[in-house]
């Protein structure tokens, strides 16, 4: 029974991984480091301090030595996950006949626990479901440029933009150079995606997705990110030095028969995963306040 289990979720969660990466958010805005495993439970983990600048010279001095802040950050591993129930004859079904398995139970849980996960990696995790044990990308911005700018007005997102690109490069963060992702709510994406110039013609979307050199635009719910609010960071491959998701195990699911009934009850089935945000250089983070 263990491995008829256990293959009856493979063959469900081989159905899942395709459907739950196209709609994740937060695992396209920052690195994810290789699955550690489930047992890993916390983790330990430095920040980027803030150094004095290189040298120039025609051969080595002393004197351009840097204190590395050995100070760790630990972080316990949350789990992100959603329950359903699967009809035993359909189990029944498959064990005997191997006929396609009904996958939409399984599907709209992992819908659900990716929806969790986005929100821990975007905003951060409660846990006591009021203030923040750990920090998301919102909430452990290090950059906050508060522009006034409705986006429904043409030019405003622009503006905003090369704002939060300057807050970025004054704390040393190459926005310049480096493929950045911006991150919007939908009321603001809306606005953003029909901003067009009254005289011109001119779409603005064009323009802001050049200013962030080869990145994009994600546009997440407004229940997620403010819409009063947007993000600015570098893309995964360019900023997994300042922040990334420490997996420590990947989009799984698993089923059990209720113990009262082994022979007739319906299985439990479960969609989960499990890892944490380290942000290491908040300055690489920068909220767009009031838009």
Known sequence: MTNALATFSKKIESQLVDPLRQINIGRKLVYVTPAAGFGVSSVDWGKITEMSEGYVSYGFTSGNEDMIDVTLTNNKIPIYWKDYKVPRRMYESWLVNGTNIDTAA????GYQTVSAEDMA???????DGTNYDINGLYQGAGNDFSSSMDFGTWGNAIKALAGAKAKMAED??????????????????????????????????????????GGAIYVVPDTTLPDSDGLVLPTPAAGKAYVDFYLTQNYTVEHGIDSEHPDTGDLTGRVYTAGVLRIKHSAAICKISAI
């Open 106 to 109: 399984a599907l709209s849980a």
């Open 121 to 127: 990696i975007i905003q951060g995790v409660k846990g």
């Open 172 to 213: 040393g963060v190459p926005a310049y150079n480096m493929p950045l992702n911006m991150v919007l709510g939908n009321t603001n994406y809306s606005e953003l995606e029909s901003s067009v110039h009254s005289t011109s013609g001119q779409l603005e979307m064009p323009i802001v997705e050049r200013m962030l050199n």
